[in-house]
């Protein structure tokens, strides 16, 4: 999903939709300590503080990189899937019983969170809000869901420690930029990228639901942690060919 308008840069917009931002992620505070309080005891300030830490990185990202005074109704989703994203952070302190309802809480709305995952890009289209910056908002947003997914997983025991691969491959390939700055280079837009990350999220949360049991769990996982490693081999790929051309001139 490539989010690319014409927008000039505002300093005046960036600050406006930071704003927007801000008041739209403290708007959600109630439902997330609610949510967060159903799925455990002591859940409310674990999903708030857990909201607060994304919603922050975030807001500061809008006042740095966004351009429109407008925040747009893409980013509200957007905005309200990092939300979702947020209520993972309950079972890694909390982990509950494979088989319990909270189980069960978990995986929907985590699979709420992945059919939204389709509307934003849908949404900035149809309004003229499309950005490259939304394009990434999207993407890092993908991540950190990605990211709790597998810890949350991890801590319910319902896969091994290898399933945090599965949800950390993004940032195990941005650590490698750090020393390997070739890797941080612009990549051509590619749909496999977001068909892999769609069926990467899709695994996880299915992992998540009490009706996926081994064997079938580590199947599912195993091939869906291979064709992730594929996409970055090949993203990996394209930027060396691109450092070795860069090289020959």
Same mark, same amino acid.
């Given at each position: ?28 505070? /109630? ?9 455990? /005891?002591? !859940? ?27 925040? !747009? ?54 309004? !003229?809000?499309?950005? $490259? ?32 691969? =599965? !949800? ?14 070739? =890797? ?21 949360? $299915? ?20 064709? =992730? ?16 051309? $860069?090289?020959?001139?």
């Amino acid at each position: 999903m490539l989010r690319s308008g014409h927008a000039p840069r505002s300093l005046f917009g960036a600050r406006t939709a930071a704003l927007r931002a801000g008041l739209a992620a403290l708007i959600l505070l /109630p439902p997330v300590w609610l949510a967060g309080s159903t799925l455990a /005891p002591g !859940g409310g300030p674990v999903a708030v503080g857990a909201h607060l830490i994304i919603s922050t990185v975030i807001v500061m990202s809008f006042g740095r990189h966004w351009s429109p005074p407008l925040l !747009g109704l893409a980013n509200l989703v957007t905005l309200l899937r990092a939300a979702l994203a947020s209520l993972l952070s309950v079972p890694i302190v909390f982990p509950p019983d494979s088989a319990s309802s909270t189980s069960w809480l978990l995986a929907g709305g985590a699979a709420i969170a992945l059919a939204l995952d389709g509307v934003d890009g849908m949404l900035a289209r149809r309004t !003229g809000l499309a950005t $490259a910056f939304g394009a990434r908002f999207d993407m890092e947003v993908d991540a950190v869901f990605a990211a709790l997914l597998s810890i949350a997983i991890l801590r319910m025991q319902e896969a091994g420690p290898w399933i945090l691969l =599965l !949800g950390l491959m993004r940032y195990l390939f941005v650590l490698a930029s750090w020393p390997l700055p070739w =890797l941080a280079a612009p990549l051509t837009q590619r749909r496999r990228r977001k068909a892999v990350c769609v069926i990467q999220i899709a695994t996880l949360v $299915a992992l998540l639901s009490p009706l996926v049991q081994p064997p079938l769990s580590g199947i599912l996982g195993a091939v869906a942690t291979l064709l =992730l490693a594929w996409s970055f081999g090949t993203d990996i790929r394209e930027l060396a060919s691109g450092r070795s051309r $860069a090289w020959e001139r």
